[in-house]
């Protein structure tokens, strides 16, 4: 079965500073990841997936994210966070074989300080 | 990106009662819908995925009959909370898959907060 891991419930940084949320997975297949943004009462918007190929993905914002297949992780990254970027953020993941099931991570709350 | 609207947005209800939550995709044709619950720690959890055409698949532990899925057009999906009650309350958010293939991301509605009294 599939699983998603964010082992943080509060990710804190500075303006300015660069940032990193967590994100591990289990599947039995090869992995498509994706990562989601969530702001208050909203739905969720894309940022950014790895499907294949190169391990360093770019997505929306200026955020990106770095597959570690011997880790099993998919951090998601930002060289400089901006106020603007303090949401709610959920990693992803989907079985190749598993069909289109999408299944999510328990969701890391971001917050940067001006 | 593809656009999927979700209605209505807040609905407050009395105990017993049925709520009808329509997703719709606007710009695009969906033959796949997914219907999540948000609880208010955060996570996202899987409810049912909705088939054009065909029955909704339900997740374990998510009563059928309690939440009706139906799936009747290419760029609609509604789900039916009924006899609603409090624990009932939550945040419920439609998706739908852009494309044919297993690669394509979702695409997801602007989430319904539902209240039961």
């Known amino acids: 079965a599939q699983s998603v891991a964010q082992p943080e419930d509060q990710v804190n940084v500075a303006e300015g500073n660069p940032l990193t949320v967590k994100c591990t997975y289990s599947?039995?297949?090869?992995?498509?990841l994706f990562w989601y943004v969530q702001y208050p009462n909203r739905g969720l918007q894309f940022l950014l997936k790895y499907i294949t190929g190169d391990n360093l993905v770019k997505g929306s914002y200026g955020f990106e994210a770095e597959f570690n297949k011997s880790q099993t992780s998919f951090h998601l990254k930002k060289p400089s966070a901006l106020v603007s970027d303090s949401a709610l953020y959920f990693c992803a993941v989907r079985d190749h074989l598993g069909g289109f099931k999408t299944i999510f991570g328990a969701g890391t709350r971001l917050f940067v300080k001006a | 990106g593809a656009v999927v609207s979700q209605h209505p947005s807040r609905v407050i209800c009395k105990s017993g009662t049925s709520v009808k939550i329509e997703c719709r995709s606007l710009?695009?044709?969906?033959?796949?819908m997914f219907w999540y619950r948000q609880f208010p720690k955060k996570s996202l959890m899987l409810m049912a995925t909705?088939?054009?055409?065909?029955?909704?698949?339900?997740e374990q532990g998510v009563e059928k009959d309690k939440f009706l899925i139906n799936h009747a057009s290419l760029t609609l999906s509604t789900l039916t909370v009924t006899s609603a009650h409090p624990e009932d309350s939550s945040f419920y958010i439609c998706?739908?898959?852009?494309?044919?293939?297993?690669?394509?991301?979702?695409?997801f509605g602007e989430g319904s907060r539902l209240t039961v009294l």
């Open positions: 710009d695009f044709q969906a033959t796949t």
């Open positions: 909705s088939n054009e055409g065909s029955k909704a698949t339900y």
């Open positions: 998706s739908a898959r852009f494309g044919t293939r297993n690669t394509g991301e979702l695409f």
């Open positions: 599947v039995s297949g090869n992995p498509y």
